[in-house]
Every structure is written in C-alpha cells, then in structure tokens.
C-alpha cells in the first residue's frame, strides 16, 4: 500500500496515468483487504484527505493538466469511497467534515466521472455515519440546491 500511494508523490504520475491507475489498485486492495489489514485504514485516510486537498487546489495552467487533475480527484474519491465503506464510524466521524468539503468541490468540477466518485463517496459517507449525515451534509446540501 505504501509503495502505491508513493507513486502519487511521483513527480512524473501524470504520465501513463500513473498516479490515477495506483490510486484505483489502492482501492481495490482496500476493498479486498483481509480483517487484519484493516488497522492502516486510519492512516490512510489523512493521507488521502491531504493527497486530495493538493489536487483540487493545483493550479491549472492547460487543459492538459486540468483533465489531469479531475482523473486524480475522481481516483481519490473512489479511494474514499471504499474507506468508508471499510472503516469503523469511530474512525470516519473526525474527517468526515473535511471529506464532505473536498467531495462538494469534486461536484463543481466539470467532469462526469469526477461527479460519479464523489455522489459515490457521499453515499458511503451517509452509509457509515448513519443519522450523523445530516447534520454533517450542509456543504452537499448547498451544492445540490
């Protein structure tokens, strides 16, 4: 898992889609992860926040780089997406803020599968956290209204 994510920090994971084909291997291995594996889920959950928060506030210089930059937003959604649906509401409930903002700026990109990860990610957010989600979804709410 750490090899993968490194491959985001890659100054060259624009290329061969590198950074957006690591980020669907680390869901796939976070959905098909085993009980005992599940104890780094915790962390990889920052590190996402972090990952995707750096990717919605690059700056975008060509189209290139922005139809670069949503593949990498949708990647990281699709990863939050499956974290939510493995970890525990304990674990979820303090990014869960957090999450919900960057998701909301997922939906204002002009991407289909950008909004897809992230319509996703929000259903699972509202999965796990329950009765939580409404208090928790006025961002969502802005954005839909």
């Given amino acids: 898992m750490q090899n993968l994510l490194r491959l ?13 084909s690591a980020m669907s291997a680390a869901a796939a291995l976070v959905s098909a992860s085993a009980m005992d594996s599940q104890s780094i889920f915790p962390e990889i959950l920052p590190y996402n926040i972090g990952r995707t928060r750096m990717a919605l506030n690059v700056n975008v210089v060509s189209q290139e780089n922005l139809d670069s930059r949503e593949q990498v937003v949708g990647s990281f959604c699709g990863l939050f ?6 970890m525990g509401r304990i674990d979820v409930m303090p990014h869960t803020q957090d ?4 998701l909301v700026q997922a939906l204002q990109l002009r991407n289909a599968s950008s909004h897809e990860e992230a319509i996703l990610s929000i259903g699972a957010e509202a999965a796990n956290i329950k009765e939580d989600f409404v208090v928790r979804s006025v961002a969502f709410c802005v954005c839909v209204y």
């Avoid at 985001?8 to 957006?20: A, F, H, M, W, Y």
């Fill in 8 to 20: 985001c920090d890659r100054p060259d994971g624009n290329e061969n889609n590198l950074r957006v």
């Fill in 81 to 86: 997406q499956t974290l939510y649906q493995r």
């Fill in 99 to 102: 999450v919900m903002k960057m």
